[in-house]
């Protein structure tokens, strides 16, 4: 991921994705070693923020969006999800998947970039549907 654009976390998301990545770490049996470094270093440089006080066109984990991709114009709704609740047929990402760790903390508006191996892939975030935060379902 070339963007280095400030992204925001909110609290709970961040001490449940550190957790995460703590446990897969501890895992020898872990295929995307270089997918979980990607993650950390997003949660690193994240700005982190109470739940009440994220924006709500922030990118949030269990948050349904839009994206348009720049590449074919085809536009997608997506559901931001932590592995277990992952479900490809159904649009449900897991922020996990190389697209989960690109969109965390953007906003809507923003054009997110990632390698794949065909090449730079690029994604704007047309819409969030639906955040938890603004509609008052904060995680615990």
Sequence with gaps: MKQR????????DMKRLEKLLELLEEEDNVRDQDHLVQLGDELRRAKV???????PDVVTM???????DLNSGNETIYHLVFPGDADAKNNRI???APIGTALIGFRAGDVVEWEVPAGLRQLKIEEIIYQPEAAGDFHL
Excluded: F, G, Q
């Design 62 to 68: 269990n948050s349904k969006i839009r994206v348009k």
């Design 49 to 55: 923020v109470p739940s009440k006080s994220i924006h």
């Design 5 to 12: 654009k400030a992204i925001y976390m909110t609290e709970s």
């Design 94 to 96: 897991s922020i996990l």
